[in-house]
């Protein structure tokens, strides 16, 4: 429905076109070649006047045009603002503020006294829409650990600052290879005189830490950690030459395991498409009972208890990156294990063991994190680490070789509360000397 103004507007709007491609004349064209000089100048001078009296209609159709479509405008923006009032009440304080502000003074404009249809519907579309006009835009995306199920010993991201997080943690690890030993000597080759020894050897570990992070700054947070470790160990021994029966060994052990301590510190503003760098630093104490602090059976040279810690100091400094791209996240980590050298000056068996030094260790780990909504999301990720030679009295122990530990990691995580997540990873071994099942469940809650 149109109102006065605009039949008004449309019907000038039409006139004028008629006015000017078809001019009216009183009288009858006469042909330019029997027309006398006077005449001519007559029938130009008449044409000149018409078309300035046709510039100056169109002129203030322009102007009455431009009046309009203004008044149209400020019509527009003033049912908009009644819409967003409408989508968005204001709170108390901004109505007591908007009434202390005297309203501007607008140009008068026509108020329809029934909409359209398609009025009405537009209406109700822009209100139903989630960005209506005047509405503020999201927010940019910030990295949170929601969005990244944690299968690595270290978080995805750093603790806010004042902010305590305790993350009780439980982790179980299964471990079975088989292990040759040769007793005898050769006279020829693949004839062995003595005793050949296979021995089938399963150790499962249980671990439970406790776990503490705080905030020091936006940019840097210290952790603790205090294990206690429960293990057991049986050792199925099978001679396949000489004389003897199959036989079982066990052995069990529970204690504190190494506490460690570890601070991180964010290098640079990270954000979307661009990486955050994280610089770590971890301490393993030897608070655990070591390997060569646990008693051994003269007889079978097996242990009579399990060790719950490496015996060894470690210094571990590493660099994290995380690069957050919508949807997912990528992460990665290279850490140096740095083994600290200890004087052990006692016999285990037969051997004398001076001043051992446990070959140091690489550590590199990749993947990825895919937040599936709010509150879930899963992880996939790799982690390898090389481990040295070890080096007994200054020399490389007998039998020792460079080992490779691989693991698969796919983890899970789901956000119970605003404060408490729920993360569980599954681990499983790709190399013999990587245990071939590890579980761990972790409960991060920001106190």
Request: aromatic content about 8%.
């Amino acid at each position: 429905m149109f109102s006065h103004r605009g039949r008004t507007l449309a019907w000038l709007c039409f006139s004028g076109g008629m006015m000017v491609f078809h001019p009216v004349h009183a009288d009858e064209a006469i042909p330019l070649e029997k027309m006398s000089l006077d005449q001519l100048r007559a029938e130009s001078a008449k044409l000149k006047k018409e078309l300035r009296e046709q510039e100056r209609q169109l002129a203030a159709y322009k102007k009455a045009m431009d009046k309009a479509l203004k008044a149209q405008q400020q019509r527009i923006n003033a049912m908009q603002s009644q819409m967003n009032r409408q989508m968005n009440p204001p709170t108390d304080k901004t109505a007591q503020a908007e009434s202390a502000v005297p309203p501007a003074k607008q140009a008068p404009s026509p108020v329809p006294q029934k909409a359209s249809q398609a009025q009405v519907e537009t209406s109700k579309a822009q209100q139903a829409a989630p960005h209506a006009v005047g509405v503020a835009p999201d927010k940019p995306k910030e990295l949170n650990q929601s969005q990244i199920a944690q299968i690595f010993d270290q978080p995805g991201v750093l603790t806010p600052k004042g902010h305590l997080v305790f993350e009780p943690s439980l982790q179980y690890s299964y471990y079975s290879t088989n292990q040759v030993s040769i007793v005898g000597y050769s006279i020829i080759p693949a004839l062995v005189i003595g005793a050949i020894n296979v021995s089938n050897v399963n150790s499962s570990i249980l671990i439970g830490t406790a776990t503490a992070r705080y905030g020091v700054t936006n940019r840097l947070e210290v952790e603790a950690d205090v294990p206690y470790v429960v293990r057991s160990d049986s050792t199925l021994t099978r001679p396949l030459a000489g004389t003897g029966n199959n036989e079982v060994f066990g052995a069990h052990g529970h204690s504190l395991g190494d506490i460690q301590f570890a601070a991180r510190y964010q290098l640079n503003d990270g954000g979307e498409e661009k990486p955050y760098y994280i610089g770590t630093l971890r301490v393993k104490t030897a608070t655990g009972i070591g390997p060569f602090d646990v008693g051994i059976d003269p007889a079978t040279n097996l242990e009579t208890t399990t060790p719950t810690g490496s015996g060894f100091y470690t210094i571990e400094p590493g660099m994290t990156v995380i690069y957050p791209s919508d949807p997912a996240v990528f992460f990665g980590s290279l850490n140096y294990m740095w083994n600290v050298k200890r004087n052990i000056d006692r016999y285990v068996g037969t051997q004398y063991y001076g001043t051992v030094n446990p070959g140091d260790a690489v550590e590199f780990n990749f993947g990825m994190g895919f937040a599936l909504n709010e509150k879930a999301a899963f992880s996939l990720g790799y982690d390898h680490i090389v481990v040295g030679r070890d080096m007994v009295n200054g020399a490389v122990a007998p039998m020792s070789q460079v080992t490779q530990l691989a693991t698969l990691l796919l983890g899970y995580s789901y956000r119970i509360s605003d404060k408490t997540t729920i993360n569980l990873s599954v681990g499983a071994g790709l190399t013999q000397a990587t245990p071939g099942v590890q579980l761990t469940l972790r409960v991060p809650m920001d106190l």
